[in-house]
């Protein structure tokens, strides 16, 4: 079956300007995420949703990151007043509920920020 | 606070040899540890993961060794191949409300060669 997509795969945009990344789970999959991936911090968490209860956004670098996820599936990831530092490769990844479930990623999409 | 320390950074293994990454985590509530794989322009993805009520998990031609009392896991790829190359993460998380967030280490590029 299908896996998790992600779009764009690359995004090049000018510092200042705001970007939305659009996460499509696995079917079936209640439980999304959103990671990021970058030289300086590694692989780290951003925000999880589960079904329809309120979002974890624990992982959030600033105010200026946003995400949702509507009807449960697909999600968008927003970043509003882009930064140089903000240039990374965005992770979606989905599962099923519960302690334990494999989290499927997507290929990611690569941000750029000039 | 780096949650999870990896090492090495890289590891090169000649073909048919072990390769060994190590993990640490200090955090004693993490009660799953994954290891994840990921090539280039890939996300990452699930190649074996454990429970701490365990001491070690093998599947095919990889092991996880697990020392709760020293807050260390290991992945052992046996018999390396040059299709093993790739960048692997070793992650640990504790299941909760929140559900599954996971704390990477910073990856081991890992080549075999010939």
């Known amino acids: 079956g299908a896996g998790v997509s992600q779009s764009p795969s690359n995004k090049v945009t000018e510092k200042g300007k705001d970007v939305e990344l659009r996460c499509d789970p696995i079917?079936?999959?209640?439980?999304l995420y959103w990671y990021r991936q970058s030289l300086g911090q590694g692989l780290e968490f951003l925000i999880y949703?589960?079904?329809?209860?309120?979002?974890?956004k624990s992982g959030l670098p600033s105010d200026r990151f946003s995400a949702e996820r509507t009807g449960g599936s697909v999600s968008t990831l927003t970043i509003q007043r882009t930064q140089q530092e903000d240039s990374a490769v965005y992770l979606c990844a989905s599962s099923f509920w519960g302690a334990n479930y494999e989290q499927y990623f997507g290929p990611g999409t690569r941000l750029t920020v000039t | 606070q780096q949650q999870v320390k990896q090492s090495p950074q890289s590891l090169i293994v000649q073909k048919g040899g072990i390769s060994i990454i190590n993990c640490a985590y200090e955090n004693t509530a993490f009660d799953y540890f994954p290891w994840y794989q990921q090539f280039p322009g890939k996300g990452p993805a699930l190649l074996i993961a454990?429970?701490?009520?365990?001491s070690e998990k093998k599947e095919g031609r990889f092991t996880i060794s697990f020392n709760k009392s020293a807050k260390q896991f290991s992945l052992h790829i046996m018999d390396s191949q040059p299709g093993d190359s790739a960048t692997y993460f070793c992650a640990a998380s504790r299941f909760t409300g929140g559900g599954n967030k996971l704390t990477f280490g910073t990856g081991t590029q890992l080549k075999v060669e010939l």
């Open positions: 949703f589960q079904g329809n209860s309120a979002p974890d």
């Open positions: 454990i429970r701490p009520d365990v």
């Open positions: 079917s079936g999959h209640t439980a």
